[in-house]
């Protein structure tokens, strides 16, 4: 054998001790070792049995056992809605096991009024207010707390011509409440401005060149009372007209005739501008042939 066989073989033998000696240790260990346990815990309800499952982290043992059904332990309720629940009162309810079907009381506290019932007390009318109260939709208990509903306002009707205005007096419109029942006997009431006589004259007698004449001045709106007034209208002018042409050199004391009663009197025709052939600096007047140089 040589030296190097040698040392292998040694190192394979020394291994092998040591492991033989490390087995038996670890039997000897799991052989007199307390179990400790790892347990998975399943508890009993009231319609399924608990389970126990144990395995020993040392020696991996294992245990299962069942455990008795446990009639107290309801996992999930319903609620068997057939209680007629209320405002204001708490009320016993049931609910059910989903399992075992076990019954159980519960409270089932007050659903609280609705207040959706209106009515009036005391109605409201054009100027006074009311009174209103709230009833529950439920149970009809009144809600002492009262309202105060606002006055409705008088409801005006057609406007009325009430007063027809005249010359000196002013109309009125009015305005009543036709809301049935209103014994208020406000009105609305809208004044028109009065008309204003509207007067008119006319000639009762004419006057002449020589006798004055005589008026009337009457309002002709309907139903006027205004007085009508008489005047006297002046002696006219005589209305002097001659034939004669008036000329361009001077002025015509002439006499006319009036056109009214026949009369003559002078008058005055006055004298017209002359009638210029051109616009130049020498113009010659066509009607008197007078010649004037304007430089
Ligand atoms: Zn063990
Ligand atoms: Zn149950
Ligand atoms: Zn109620
Ligand atoms: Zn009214
Ligand atoms: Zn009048
Ligand atoms: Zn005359
Ligand atoms: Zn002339």
Not at 154 to 168: A, F, N, R, S, Y
Not at 198 to 203: A, D, F, G, H, I
Request: with cysteine; glycine share 6%.
């Amino acid at each position: 054998m040589k030296m190097g066989n040698f040392w292998v073989f040694s190192i394979i033998i020394t291994i092998l001790a040591f492991t033989f000696t490390a087995c038996g240790e670890e039997e000897t260990r799991k052989r007199e070792h307390e179990h400790q346990w790892n347990i998975y815990y399943y508890p009993s309800t009231c319609s399924t049995a608990g389970t126990e499952y144990k395995t020993c982290v040392v020696c991996f043992k294992e245990t299962l056992s069942t455990m008795p059904i446990d009639p107290n332990n309801h996992i999930s309720w319903y609620f068997n809605d057939t209680v007629e629940r209320t405002c204001d009162t708490v009320v016993k309810g049931e609910e059910v096991c989903f399992e075992c079907n076990a019954k159980r009381e519960i409270d089932l506290p007050p659903l609280g009024h609705s207040w959706g019932i209106f009515s009036e007390t005391v109605g409201a009318t054009c100027t006074i207010t009311g009174i209103g109260k709230y009833n529950c939709v439920e149970c009809n208990i009144e809600n002492p707390e009262e309202y105060i509903l606002s006055e409705l306002g008088h409801w005006w009707g057609e406007m009325v011509i009430t007063k027809d205005p005249t010359c000196t007096t002013d109309g009125e419109l009015e305005q009543s409440c036709i809301r049935e029942g209103c014994t208020v006997p406000d009105k609305n009431v809208i004044v028109f401005q009065k008309l204003g006589h509207k007067l008119s004259v006319r000639t009762i007698l004419s006057s002449t060149c020589f006798t004055s004449g005589r008026g009337e001045e009457t309002c002709i709106n309907s139903g006027c009372t205004l007085p009508a007034r008489e005047f006297d209208t002046p002696i006219r002018q005589h209305n002097y007209v001659s034939n004669v042409q008036p000329l361009c050199t001077d002025d015509q004391i002439v006499t006319g005739t009036c056109t009214e009663c026949s009369s003559t009197g002078t008058i005055k025709i006055e004298r017209k501008e002359h009638n210029w052939d051109n616009l130049s600096n020498v113009r010659t007047c066509l009607d008197c042939n007078i010649r004037v140089n304007f430089r």
